[in-house]
């Protein structure tokens, strides 16, 4: 036995040491292409992945850096990822990354700290153009990442057909919380529910900002998740959750607010610009118009996503890169996504064109000066998913119990 | 005499078989090493490593971190324990109602399909064992459609009567919902009170979810079949004289059936359990396809929750622990009801199986298939 | 088959079914009445066992709207190929299809070879460290599966032959349960023949080549079934292996289409067609190889 086990060890050494050898030769790993400051060039071609919410985006992205490609002089390709998040992990970590890709806000602290990224805000030369609350958004430690790429903010997304059935009208668009709930008593019939959301802190969280709470406070610090603002709007959404006049998505037997929308099932959710797209899509006989949020206790709020344009630190040819961003984050080339796929345009100065082509999606862009971003801190998509899950039974549950315990999460992160 | 002839003659060749014996073994040998034993060793130093998943774990700025990565999943008050905590509850459920269930059902179903009168046989058999050959995220996709909310499996059961549940989106305990029936909808103090991996006592007798529910039914529809045919390749070799004696003595059937077949039975019984066992504690497949986790991560299980730690959280290091520790649950269970079912259950049969043929016996033949069959069985649980 | 007609074999699962109160005396018109309930049982049984593939199929003809409407109904009012027009004109269907047929193919004969290879050293020809060897096969055998994730994504990586096809075929060649089976085979076989003709001179692959393996067809075909279905229907080893969507498989992209992407919605009429025609490959594996894989008492080794 004593010897069967040390021929093993042997035997796993060896093996070591002949994976190793073959490392070696093989092309697993090279040199890091960059230390600091200056952006690596080559004439490699780019590598650009997506995470396409459909056709129409993919056409878009790829006729946008094809026309890049044949102005520079770069070589370029699109790709569209099938699981964005764990393709870019494994391309980090095989240092064969895609040398341009959407990046989430919640996927920017991770890849930050590891060095997967290169900090090339600050070298954009369309800087100032994008909002402020967007450059904060993609700020990390104090650098400046990404260019964001889009953004969109949460609005109430109305079913006209079914408006104008229960006898309501443009006057008795809700703006505030006790209206809110009144048309969502009206709207609820048998056939469909008032409001239809999907039931996740990213709609959720809204009631949150309009009550005057967030989950942190605005540098993703200090946790500020069990404040009264807070418990105040859980409240509520409970309240309209026991009366029926509110259902989660996923209980209307839906995936998501704007399938449940589309399908009919709900007179009206709570969902970003991407919901326009959807419905043009899948549901093109579905009227509908979209109105602020109403104001909570504590006036105006909304959240806000974005995605930005992430360069890779291992990239080999950053300098084409960041030429490529720039382009993909001008005013013509945004607004002819939006044209194309309906994204919102990150750079203040394509707003006056913006709204005048889309005086029906206006509340989207407005709310840009008040919305808030989410957590964005290292870990705390984690707590986000963690307080997902118990949203899902908020209706049962108490508010205090569960920001009690997301307030002790998010401390963990802060230390 | 015949003897010394022998072996003379083996001798005569023996060095010429050392030289090819490990040329024809090696590169099975090498594959082996590379692709199973250097990749667990790699992973057992990035478990006690700070690798955060860019560039070589072998590089110069990854440190050795001692037990770090493990105490913040056993003992680390955070996120991370009650994550694994979550995971290692939602896993233990789904092995203690799929293990039984599934043997019980493949037994029930070899034995109903073993009848010798019965005719088109083959068909049954055909039948029950198909689900077996069809791949996890197919059979994902299907389960996900017929237990939607308006899905097939809720309308044929409005057709009895009953209104189903929401299945995939249904995070709560069956066990918990079972109490709740009977007015228990809060666990007395010292059940809420204490907790053990950041779940609460009571969070641990809340049985599967709803949701984890509709996948402990899918592994029993589609592990029954492999299973099925184990029971019958055993109850075809049964010992008929023993069967016929007990006629003469006048036991009745399920006599019979608990006293002599369920005990000739008790070596498959063994490969059943222990097989059903390992590929319980491996669920993945259903998860990535089908819920991620959701819903409340009442779907979440430790082999699932490993991949994404480590692929979408950048936490390497914990994602591997997760892996060994699984890798130890895993062995001590196999250990634990070895010897729990010791005496009786290490059967020649299977013994012989790890030891090579007794071609003189008129058995042999099926030991082959048994042993393919148990193989089978063995490729296919990590998604049952 | 027919040895196991003797009645006391099914007695037994008769009593499993009704009552099992006294009922010695008068068996035949019991047995009978039994043998109807076994019946009605099985048939309920099977019927479920079904149903789900019926449901999947009928639905993958139907619309959208249809498949949510009617989820049950087996005859559609629109039949429409719409999904499947969809899966081979609209989407990288036809490329996971064909990735997953190369790898299959390929690690199937790779493993054929290689395993009978091994399991013919371990079983025939005596050497030294082939004690090692086995006792090493066993506890390969012993590591679960996903536990391997993390680390073959990490030896992929090293070695540089991550995102290749490569990568994707090399590590599932490794079969020790294949080696085990074909150890098994080879010993329960005489050796005379091949004895014979060793003595006669030929060399030892030459044995093994032309008069070894073509004996071991039974067992190679157990093999092979194995490998086939376990290399189709393989998911995490392809998650971590690969990246680019060239290199996609069928379970990796219907996997992904499954768990779905925001705006698609349900379509469950693409995903359940996606998934049926995943299942056509091994299902035809299937029938073909029906009777050795179904057939319990005609042993491999009878042939």
């Known amino acids: 036995m004593q010897r069967s086990i040390q021929r093993w060890f042997i035997g796993g050494a060896a093996a070591m040491a002949a994976s190793i050898a073959l490392s070696a030769c093989g092309s697993g790993y090279t040199t890091s292409p960059q230390k600091n400051g200056t952006l690596t060039s080559s004439n490699t071609a780019l590598t650009v992945m997506i995470g396409s919410s459909g056709d129409a985006e993919t056409a878009a992205v790829k006729s946008a850096v094809a026309d890049w490609s044949k102005a520079s002089g770069t070589g370029a390709t699109v790709v569209a990822a099938s699981n964005l998040g764990q393709q870019l992990s494994q391309g980090f970590a095989a240092r064969k990354p895609a040398d341009v890709f959407y990046l989430s806000t919640d996927a920017l602290a991770g890849y930050a700290s590891n060095g997967s990224l290169l900090a090339y805000g600050d070298q954009l030369t369309n800087k100032d153009d994008f909002y402020p609350s967007l450059v904060k958004s993609f700020t990390y430690s104090g650098k400046f990442y990404c260019a964001p790429k889009d953004f969109s903010t949460l609005q109430l997304v109305i079913n006209t057909d079914i408006w104008e059935k229960a006898g309501l009208s443009d006057s008795d668009l809700p703006t505030t919380w006790a209206q809110l709930a009144s048309v969502s008593k009206k709207l609820t019939t048998p056939e469909h529910v008032g409001l239809g959301i999907s039931g996740e802190y990213a709609r959720i969280g809204s009631f949150m900002a309009q009550a005057g709470g967030s989950l942190m406070n605005d540098e993703s610090t200090e946790a500020t998740a069990d404040s009264d603002a807070n418990i105040k709007a859980l409240d509520y959404v409970k309240d309209l959750l026991a009366a029926g006049d509110l259902k989660y998505a996923k209980d209307l037997g839906a995936g998501w607010g704007g399938e449940a929308f589309g399908k009919g099932l709900a007179a009206m959710t709570i969902e970003g610009n991407w919901i326009t797209g959807a419905l043009r899509a899948d549901y093109p006989n579905v009227k509908y118009k979209v109105a602020e949020l109403p104001a909570g206790p504590a006036g105006k709020g909304t959240l806000q996503f974005t995605n930005c344009w992430g360069i890779a630190a291992d990239s080999p040819n950053q300098a084409a890169a960041l030429k490529l961003v720039e382009q993909l984050t001008s005013k013509g080339e945004q607004l002819a996504f939006s044209k194309a796929f309906g994204p919102m345009p990150s750079v203040k100065s394509a707003a006056p064109e913006w709204k005048s082509a889309n005086p029906a999606l206006v509340p989207f862009l407005a709310a840009a000066d008040y919305a808030k971003g989410v957590p964005a801190g290292k870990g705390s998509a984690d707590v986000v998913t963690e307080l997902n899950s118990k949203l899902e039974t908020l209706v049962t549950s108490d508010p205090q119990t569960i920001l009690g315990a997301t307030q002790k999460n998010l401390e963990a992160l802060a230390r | 005499m015949h003897a010394t002839t022998k072996r003379s003659r083996r001798s005569g060749i023996r060095r010429d078989e050392t030289a090819s014996g490990w040329l024809f073994a090696a590169p099975m040998l090498i594959l082996l090493a590379v692709f199973l034993v250097v990749p667990v060793l790699m992973a057992l130093w990035v478990s006690f490593s700070d690798w955060a998943g860019r560039g070589s774990p072998f590089s110069g700025d990854v440190h050795f971190v001692g037990f770090k990565n493990y105490q913040a999943l056993l003992a680390g008050g955070g996120l991370a324990e009650q994550d694994f905590g979550t995971a290692l509850r939602n896993n233990a459920w789904y092995v203690v109602l799929v293990v039984p269930l599934q043997t019980a059902v493949s037994l029930f179903l070899a034995v109903l399909v073993n009848r010798a009168i019965l005719r088109g046989r083959g068909v049954f058999r055909t039948v029950f064992y198909f689900p077996s050959v069809t791949s996890s995220v197919a059979m994902t996709v299907v389960w996900l459609f017929l237990f939607s909310a308006s899905g097939a499996v809720n309308t044929v059961l409005s057709w009895v009567g009953v209104n189903g549940p929401n299945w995939f989106n249904d995070s709560t305990g069956i066990f918990h919902n079972l109490l709740a029936a009977f007015g228990v909808s809060h666990g007395p103090e010292f059940l809420t009170g204490g907790e053990l991996l950041g779940v609460s006592w009571w969070g641990w007798l809340s049985g599967p979810s709803v949701a984890m529910s509709a996948f402990i039914l899918m592994a029993v529809f589609t592990t029954s079949g492999t299973f099925m045919l184990l029971f019958i390749a055993a109850l075809q070799n049964l010992a008929g004289d023993i069967t016929e004696a007990a006629i003469m003595d006048g036991a009745n059937g399920w006599q019979r059936f608990w006293r002599i077949t369920i005990p000739q039975l008790r070596p498959t019984l063994f490969t059943v359990l222990t097989l059903g066992l390992i590929g319980c504690w491996q669920v993945f497949d259903q998860v990535y396809a089908g819920t991620e986790g959701a819903p409340g991560k009442t779907t979440l299980t430790p082999a699932y929750l490993s991949y994404s730690t480590a692929f979408n959280n950048q936490q390497w290091g914990q994602g591997a622990a997760i892996a060994f520790i699984l890798f130890v649950i895993i062995v001590v269970f196999t250990v634990l009801q070895r010897w729990i079912l010791r005496e009786r259950a290490v059967s020649k049969r299977h013994i012989r199986l790890y030891q090579g043929p007794r071609p003189s016996e008129e058995g042999a033949n099926t030991e082959t298939l048994a042993a393919r069959r148990e193989t089978t069985i063995k490729s296919r649980e990590p998604r049952p | ?303």
């Open chain 3, 1 to 303: 088959m027919t040895i196991f007609a003797k009645p006391e074999q099914e007695a037994p699962s008769t009593e499993t079914l009704d009552s099992p109160t006294n009922r010695r005396p008068q068996r035949r018109p019991r047995a009978n009445t039994a043998a109807w309930v076994a019946y009605a049982v099985l048939i309920t049984i099977a019927a479920i066992y079904i149903m789900p593939f019926l449901i999947q199929i009928s639905t993958s003809f139907k619309t959208d709207a249809e498949a949510a409407a009617n989820p049950v109904s087996l005859v559609r009012q629109t039949w429409t190929t719409e999904a499947y027009r969809e899966l081979f004109l609209n989407s990288d269907f036809p490329t996971w299809f064909k990735n997953s047929i190369i790898v299959t193919v390929l690690v199937t004969l790779g493993r054929v070879f290689l395993a009978s290879l091994a399991g013919y050293a371990l079983a025939r020809l005596r050497f030294r460290g082939r004690g090692v060897i086995f006792a090493a096969l066993i506890g390969v055998m012993a590591v679960p599966g996903v536990v391997l994730m993390i680390p073959k994504f990490l030896v992929i990586n090293q070695i540089g032959i991550y995102d290749s096809y490569t990568g994707m075929i090399i590590p599932l060649l490794t079969d020790a349960a294949g080696v085990f089976i074909m150890k098994n085979f080879f010993e329960s076989i005489p050796p005379s023949v091949e004895e014979q003709a060793r003595i006669d001179g030929a060399g030892l692959f030459r044995v093994f080549w032309s008069i070894v393996l073509p004996m071991a067809r039974p067992a190679l075909i157990t093999i092979i079934i194995l490998s086939f279905q376990g290399s189709w229907n393989e998911l995490g080893h392809f998650i971590v292996a690969t990246q680019d969507p060239l290199l996609t498989t069928l379970t990796k992209g219907v996997a992904g289409l499954a768990s779905g992407q925001l705006s698609s919605g349900s379509q469950y009429p693409i995903k359940l067609a996606a998934a049926a025609i995943m299942t056509i490959p091994v299902a035809v594996m299937f029938f073909i190889f029906q009777k050795r894989i179904m057939n319990t008492s005609d042993g491999a080794v009878k042939e």
